[in-house]
């Protein structure tokens, strides 16, 4: 192994893997240099296993919002960048309800591919070795002067003359995620500004004692807080509070509202039944099946434990009584026991959990040093920074992946090309 190269890569994730392909197309000397093993550890627990790359829809909501995701929207389609790239290295992608996975349905295979599409002749792997410290060469010649020095824990040292940041964020660290004391050293070493790593994409714990509920699933309707932001999707209850795509994707919001101290999320876990259809069905019901109690007839809408729960909070808010049939209800009840289950179930967050359940960060270095069309930091030639460790968040639905694979596509693509 050499020790000096034309491009280093931080990171052996799906970003770096992506630049590392591009710079070996172009024919540059490259090291990668991964703390883990073995190469692109994340990716195999990746949407279970079945690794969720890309999805039908795109917009500006899907990235919360970032000013610079929509102007990588702007130059280009993620989803047909997905497929073509994941075509080019041998995989097939197949489609379930606008979200795409390999047709193999196996996060390994995407590894794989990733991993034989880098020339190794031009390819060096370094794992189980992390990056520490990065310096400019200090030197009097200025084509030198670019050069970077790079320090490893395991006291190895290597040259380059470019530096692809592609070190991820903090989450899932039993996955061999970045040291956020690492990251800051190596950014403040460089002058890169950054935001502070956060847990994101997580589930809440909720100050309403939930563990009845701990395992149910149920689709529902979340509003959070003043009914700004509201998603539709299946949630799940857990010993604390709550989880699910739908929470994880809520989570930013609520990380927000935290410190307001108005963080509230209604549950509305029948959002496609109407008042009218719901009592017509208490009537119909209760014209043929009089004894039916009312537990059975939630459970004809909603998972038993989910049911019991909320007949529960009914009985103490004094609306009906838990022994209640369908038939002979006192007049109103059967419209107050929709409205609660509507609108009045809430649960209170009080925590996210951390980086050990989140399967993203939010932070990371600020995108207004960023060159979206290159990767660049367009105050520091040679150095690009991509994927996760960037401040740039998707919601669930393989808008994280697909931005780790083109933003590490274009480092490779430009690194070095002036
Ligand atoms: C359980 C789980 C499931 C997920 N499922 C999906 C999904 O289905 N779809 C989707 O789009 N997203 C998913 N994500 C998010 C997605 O995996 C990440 O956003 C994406 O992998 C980020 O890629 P990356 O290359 O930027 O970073 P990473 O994959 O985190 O790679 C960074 C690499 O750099 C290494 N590293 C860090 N610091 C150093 C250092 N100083 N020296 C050497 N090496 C270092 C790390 O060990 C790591 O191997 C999931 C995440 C998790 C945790």
Known sequence: MKNVYDVIIIGAGASGLAAAIECSRRQLTCLIIDKNKKPGNKLYATGNGRCNVTNDQYDSGVYYNNPFTDQILQQADLRDFTIHFMHDIGIHLTEKKGYYY???????????????????????FEQNTEVLQIEPSVTDNREAASH????????????????????????????????????????????IHYQPYTPALVPIKTSEDVSALNGVRQHALLTIGDS????????????????GIVVFNQAEFIRNLLTSGKAVVKINPIPEITRDAFLSDQQALANCLPNRSILAFLNGYMNDKLARYLLDRMEEAQILDHSAQIAGLPEHTAERIYDYITNSFCVHPIELYGFDKSQ??????????INPETMEFHDKPGIFAVGEAIDVLGKCGGYNLSFALYSGHLAGSHVLLR
């Open 102 to 124: 390999p047709m193999s349905m196996q996060a390994s295979s995407v590894v794989w591919a990733l991993l034989d599409a880098i020339d190794k002749n031009r390819v060096d």
């Open 148 to 191: 970077y020095l790079i320090q490893c824990s395991d006291h190895k040292e290597y040259q380059c003359r470019a530096i692809i940041l592609s070190m991820g964020g903090c989450s899932a660290p039993e996955l061999g995620a970045a040291d956020p004391a690492v990251s800051y050293r190596l950014l403040d070493s460089l002058g």
């Open 228 to 243: 700004a932001y509201t998603e539709e999707g299946e949630i799940q209850f857990t010993d604390q509070g709550i989880s």
């Open 360 to 369: 993203a960060s939010s932070g990371g270095i600020c995108t207004d040093q």
